[in-house]
């Protein structure tokens, strides 16, 4: 079966840098995403990555290793405002979006 | 700058009651999907549209029925509601499925079922 895992929950304050990874083991691989969603809202894109390595995109940063079926989101000087669930998705060999149940995040101050 | 709109945005209904959900999309994609959002659970496709004219089944399919008559409008039906059926709907479109081309979601629709 398809399976996408991530942390249920995970604290961090307000200006420190928190690390959300990312394990899945899907049926082919044609990149994946991460998505941002405050609660009562819809997820918002924030990354996509196809190939291994970092891309960086201001505060937010996103890892992708294939050959482990890894990813990372990094998000660096936290604000308050980055309170929210984060959800990765990988498209597999279908291109159907195969999600993950999200991390929520919270920022104490 | 609309993007995807959803109707409507709460409903509550009785079990067996019918209703249909409403998506409209002005980016001009061809790729419109319904989801349903469950806590603790990650995003399930229901059914999607690869253009106009055009519907296929996804994960969770049973329950629900789908029409895409104009490319900007993507309608979800169901035919007789049950209780498992209260969730959040979330409709979603994109240019394409391949490279770089991200979903872009409606704000929800929150359905319970009694």
């Known amino acids: 079966g398809q399976n996408i895992d991530q942390p249920t929950e995970m604290t961090a304050t307000e200006g420190a840098i928190v690390q959300i990874n990312c394990t899945y083991q899907?049926?082919?691989?044609?990149?994946l995403f991460w998505y941002q969603q405050h609660a009562g809202e819809a997820p918002t894109f924030l990354s996509y990555?196809?190939l291994d390595g970092l891309e960086e995109k201001g505060r937010f940063s996103s890892f992708l290793s294939r050959s482990k079926g890894y990813s990372y989101l990094l998000l660096k000087e936290l604000q308050m405002k980055d309170s929210a669930s984060y959800l990765c998705?990988?498209?597999?060999?279908?291109?159907?979006?195969?999600w993950g149940a999200g991390t929520k995040l919270i920022i104490k101050p | 700058n609309a993007g995807v709109t959803q109707t409507p945005k709460f409903r509550v209904l009785k079990t067996g009651q019918s209703m249909t959900l409403l998506c409209a999309q002005d980016?001009?994609?061809?790729?419109m999907y319904w989801y349903r959002q469950d806590p603790g659970m990650g995003l399930r496709l229901i059914h999607y549209s690869v253009g106009e004219g055009t519907t296929a089944k996804g994960e969770v399919p049973d329950g629900y029925n789908v029409s895409r008559l104009k490319k900007q409008n993507f309608l979800l039906g169901l035919e007789s509601a049950a209780p498992s059926q209260t969730s959040v709907y979330f409709c979603?479109?994109?240019?394409?499925?391949?490279?770089?081309?991200?979903?872009?979601f409606g704000d929800g629709t929150r359905l319970s079922i009694l």
């Open positions: 980016m001009n994609h061809e790729y």
């Open positions: 990555n196809v």
């Open positions: 998705a990988v498209l597999d060999s279908n291109y159907q979006l195969i």
């Open positions: 979603a479109s994109s240019s394409g499925t391949g490279d770089h081309q991200p979903q872009h």
């Open positions: 899907t049926s082919g691989f044609n990149g």
